[in-house]
């Protein structure tokens, strides 16, 4: 009892002290400035309504929070709407932000599937050839200076011109856009063992397959993983952005551009939220994969 009451009010320092009351108050403060924008966005479509009747200020505010198709709507107004499309509605149903984002989510673990192997493919190239070195990466860099608005019809029409249509064409937009981060951060992995270490494999007579496996490979696990976190995140972008020039009828993309033509604006930041929550728990999963992998690899916590 004695220890347990000791423990209580040592936790609550550091709750205090931890991370929980900072993300908190940046949470309040974002909450805050969120609903204040609301008003200031709404109000004149609001007043415009009124047409010369008399109004309070907290009528004001009440009718700013609660508009059918706000400007921006207030926070109250995505939950509900949030609620409604994932926890009250058929999964099966095309009305269901679940729905569509398994849609979303198939073509960018697909997509962030083949960045991964092109990435670390593209790496190794690079680091044991010279002649990739410097004719290819150059060329990897140059690719990221091109909008993927640009690229995206491109891809989509080129693709369903010779019979690749729906999940394939946003698979490939994503994995255009997540294979970078992985090659660059496997490109300095790879090279980042220092040169002790390689004069003492060479010293054993190690071949350059063993070097790679036990020297280079394990050197670069730590920035393969921190590569993988920003490489799930721009896939789920991708997939996103993919959706949009094809017409899809389902997926995060499609509920935005259908939000965008009937100027549904809560149902778009509905689908933003889920957009938001799929990148958190995605780069959680991947998260939870490197401490596992790290620590199987004998590294400490």
Known sequence: MAAAAVRAPVGARQLH????????????AILAIWYLGAVWLNAPQVIDRYDDQPWTWQQLVQDSWSMERPVLPAPHQVAEEFNKTVFQTAITSKRSLVYHA???????LLG???????????????VHMRILDRA???????????????????????????GLTGLVPKSLISMYLCFFPITI???????SPD??????????????????????????????FA????????SLVGAIVGEMPTGAQAGIGARLLSGSYYGQTVQIWAALVMGSVMAGLLIAVVSAAERFTLRAMGARP
């Open 17 to 28: 002290t931890g991370r929980f009351l900072p993300v908190l108050t940046v949470t309040l």
């Open 102 to 108: 398994w849609i979303t989510l198939s073509a960018t």
């Open 112 to 126: 962030f599937a083949l960045g991964t192997l092109l990435g670390i493919l593209l790496a190794v190239g690079i």
């Open 136 to 162: 290819l990466l150059p060329w990897v860099i140059a690719s990221q200076t091109i909008p993927i608005l640009a690229i995206a019809p491109m891809v989509v029409v080129v693709l369903g011109s010779v």
């Open 185 to 191: 951060g496997m490109v300095k992995g790879l090279r």
């Open 195 to 224: 040169v002790l270490s390689l004069e003492l494999m060479h010293t054993w007579n190690a071949t350059p397959a063993q070097v790679f496996w036990k020297l280079r490979w394990p050197a670069a696990v730590p920035f393969l």
């Open 227 to 234: 590569s993988l976190k920003v490489a799930i995140a721009i």
